[in-house]
Structures are given as C-alpha cells and as structure tokens.
C-alpha cells in the first residue's frame, strides 16, 4: 500500500513494549513519516499497575521508532472500552494527525461492519443487560450481535476506535499471532527475555520491574473498607455494595477481584472500579474529554511535527507532570502517581522530563 498519509496516531500502553509492538512500529513506519504514540498513563485500560512508569515505557517506544509519545492521563487510560476510545481519538484528533492506526485481530472490514452495527444495536444491548440483569456489556453486545468477542481484546477496542473515530480516516494492522502477547509476557516469570533487546534494556534499569497490582492493591483495599464516596465513574450501587462488602472479607487484591466478578461484572471492571472509588473518577466521564496531554518523549521528526502544528492544536501539550496541576485531572494524576511511589519507588513525579532523542530539541 503507498503512503497516503504523513501522521499517523497510535494509541497504545507497551505493557510491556514486545516485539509484536515492534513488528506494529516498523510497519506503520513503513507507511507514515511521523508515528505519534498515545501512551496509557500508570494505569491500564483493564485496571492495573502498569509493568512501568509511563517515562520509561515511553523510552522503549522511543528506541524502537517512535517519533512522538504524549501521554493519554487517567481517568480515560482506565476506563471502558467506550471511554478508553472516546478519550484516545479525541486526543489524536486534537493533535493533528492524520489517521488513527490500531491493530486486530480480524478483517477490517469485519470490524467496519461491527462498528456500524453496534451504533444501531445499542438500545438493544442495553435493553438485553436490564432484562437479563446479570450481563455484562461485552457478553450482551455478543448476543445482540451475534459474533464472538471472547478472546479479543483488539477487535473489542478496534470496534470502538471506529465508531468514536466517525469520519476521521483510519489504518487497521492485522495483528501477528505469532508474537505472544502483554499478558502472556507478564505472566512468564521472565518477561525480560521476551522482549526486543532495546525494550529490555530500558525496563531493567527499573527496579519494580514488572510492576503487578498486588501491592498497590493493598491500598485500594484499605480505601474500600473506608467508606469511600459512592459516586464514581463505572460504580453502580450494586457493584459498591459488592466491593465495599466484599473488601472486609479479603487482604489480597486478587482474590477480592475474583470474588466480586460475576456474569454482569467483570474483573477488569472490578479492578477500574476500585481505582474510581479510591481516587474519586467523575461519574460523568463519558461526558468528558481530556484537557491536555503530557509530552513524554520526541525525536527530531517529532518535534518537527510539533512544531509544524503548535497554531493548529487543539489542546495544551505540557512538557512537565507539575504544569498539569492547574487540571482536576491533573490533580487526580497526581495523586495516582504519588500513591504509586510508595510502593514501587522511583521518581517523585514532578522530576520526571521527556525522553528526546535525535539532534536539537
């Protein structure tokens, strides 16, 4: 395929950066002249600790050709696949580039359909799961629209990047079974000698190295068992009596999760929901989009980039984690990675400063 675009934005969480994201770069590098990474903050997308701080996950980007990584903050780095899409194209737009690119695992066109289904299906979606009343969203999307999402974590956000995305021009990569995949990796027990020599060299330098949620977990526990505010983004009543209940029966962050899911609640939104109440998200997050983002690293080529749209951008691109203070969400961020520090050590947070490589700043 010819290039037809020039920037392309990618959003993405290197948890840890592997060699399928490495395979991804060089194909879209490949295509684009400048790829922009939006990098899920500390947090994950399905509710956990990052394996390592963004500054440095973001380095392992940077190595592997990366031209441009900013951050995509909290509370839309852990938040559900409608909100994690929303909160991502919003700020891909915002910057300027000119397509989304994703990877997944089935046909593009396949998950063009499934978007567009899934915009009319979604009265009947919501219908089924109040009906039913123990449905999880993802287990009720599969029965209204007949097709298989189990197992499928890129085609489930693949579909909602389309749908968030409407009109903006998209670049779909079939994704290559053949690398084994971020939770196959953390889970090995030596995930460092998975990962691309330049990948591994960056993350060994950090001592927390692999990051799990069990420690901080203990936190989010004491929180629950604190009488939090009820009111946060994902957190039913129901789903707050389950968790608050359920907190005083545990000290293990793991086995609370498992106890607390069932066929409505999954553990992915048991673990984001816990972060929610600890840290108090906005309920009204899907009415929200992020104020800024953090630049985390650049090359030449993408501060060329940069400087090319500083008139055009929509959005304020902060160059330290402290300048992010003036923003609730900031704020929140703050306290996340405050938090974080005590348990996995590392750099207070406001001493943090992007990685640039390549010639002059």
């Given amino acids: 395929m010819a290039q037809t675009k020039r920037v392309c934005g990618l959003i993405c969480e290197y948890n840890p950066f592997h060699f399928g994201h490495e395979y991804q770069l060089k194909k879209l590098k490949e295509q684009f002249a400048v790829v922009v990474c939006i990098l899920g ?21 940077m190595e592997n050709g990366a031209d441009l990584v900013v951050e995509f903050p909290a509370p839309w780095c852990c938040a559900s696949a409608r909100e994690f899409a929303g909160g ?11 397509c989304l690119a994703f990877s997944a695992e089935s046909d593009p066109a396949l998950l063009h359909a499934a978007a567009k289904e899934r915009v009319f299906a979604e009265t009947a979606i919501r219908e089924l799961m109040k009906t039913e009343g123990n449905l999880s969203y993802p287990a009720a999307a599969e029965r209204v629209l007949g097709k298989t999402l189990a197992g499928k974590p890129n ?8 749908s968030a995305a409407e009109d903006f021009p998209v670049y779909i990569l079939q994704r290559e079974p053949s690398f ?35 420690e901080a977990g203990k936190y989010l526990l004491s929180v629950l068992r604190n009488n939090p505010p009820k009111a946060a983004y994902g957190v039913t009543e129901e789903l ?28 992915a939104r048991v673990r984001r929901a816990a972060w929610a109440l600890a840290f108090g998200f906005p309920a009204d997050l899907a009415e929200r989009t992020p104020p800024y983002t953090l630049l985390l690293g650049a090359s030449a080529a993408g501060r060329e980039f940069l400087r090319a749209t500083a008139k055009t951008r ?14 609730e969400e900031g704020r929140l961020n703050a306290k996340i990675n405050g938090v974080l520090q005590i348990f996995y050590g590392g750099k207070n947070d406001v001493e943090n400063t992007p990685c640039l490589l390549g010639g002059n700043p």
């Avoid at 903050?41 to 980007?61: F, P």
């Avoid at 991502?88 to 000119?98: E, T």
């Fill in 41 to 61: 903050g500390n947090l994950s997308q399905r509710g956990e600790v990052a394996v390592s701080d963004r500054y440095l996950r973001a380095k392992a980007a």
């Fill in 88 to 98: 991502g194209v919003f700020l891909a737009k915002a910057l300027g580039v000119d």
């Fill in 180 to 214: 084994p995949s971020s939770t196959a990796i953390r889970g090995s027990g030596k995930p460092l000698e998975q990962l691309p020599p330049s990948s591994a060299s960056v993350f060994a330098k950090d001592p927390s190295f692999p990051r799990t949620t069990c």
């Fill in 155 to 162: 085609d489930i956000l693949g579909i909602e990047y389309i």
């Fill in 314 to 327: 929509t959005l304020p691109l902060l160059s330290r984690p402290g300048e992010a203070l003036q923003y």
């Fill in 240 to 267: 707050f009596a389950r968790m608050t209940e359920t907190a005083w029966k545990h000290t293990d962050f793991t086995s609370f999760v498992s106890a607390c899911v069932n066929k409505m609640y999954t553990a």
